[in-house]
């Protein structure tokens, strides 16, 4: 379940149903999960991983569905906790189990996005809303300054970003820079700002000193 989810399979997707259905299969009553269907009792470790393939499907692993009896998967590994903070696996405190039921605790799916990996996405996200004209969906010139200010501070290039039509956000912000830094002092500093972020010199764009 994790691995479909981390290759970008829904949650609706008829193999993860099927995952999940199975696990509804072997879940004990005690909440937990056994390492084999045919395993009569329930351990932290498979426990652990259970919750992490139901988070990893966008379900809760505390819903009704996963509460056979009084008890859930996630009640079920607070149960295992001693008082040292070890979790148990067979009876006895085990390294192994402690570590992988943290994840499952806070509620997290493996693979877990690394900052690099959510600004990498978030760059794609961008680039998806670029217009024709080299302007990014929302509110116009100043939607596109803030992409510009996000992409550079992302580590990425804003005059990379070209359009469908071969159109960079510079292209779009010297169309538009007299009228909006007309506005006001304030949009006039957000333009340089942007200006400055996608590589250009402020002091001599679109016709215009943005410094001064």
Known sequence: LQALAAAGVPGNNAAVTKALAFLDTVQKSDGGFPNAPADTGSNANSTAFAVQGILASGADPQAARWKPTSSNP???????????????????????????VIPALAGRAFPFLSRASAQRLALNFIRAQQQADGSFAGFGTGSTIDAVLAIDAAGGKPQQFASSA?????????????????TSAAAS?????????ADADPRHFAG?????
């Open 189 to 197: 500093g957000k333009l340089l700002a942007g200006v400055v972020a």
């Open 208 to 212: 215009l000193n943005l410094v001064i």
């Open 74 to 100: 996630i009640s079920y590994l607070l149960s295992l906790q001693q008082p040292e903070g070890a979790f148990t696996f067979g009876g006895q405190a085990s390294l192994l189990a402690t570590q992988q």
């Open 166 to 182: 071969g159109k960079r956000p510079l292209d779009f912000l010297a169309s538009k820079a007299a009228a909006y830094a007309a």
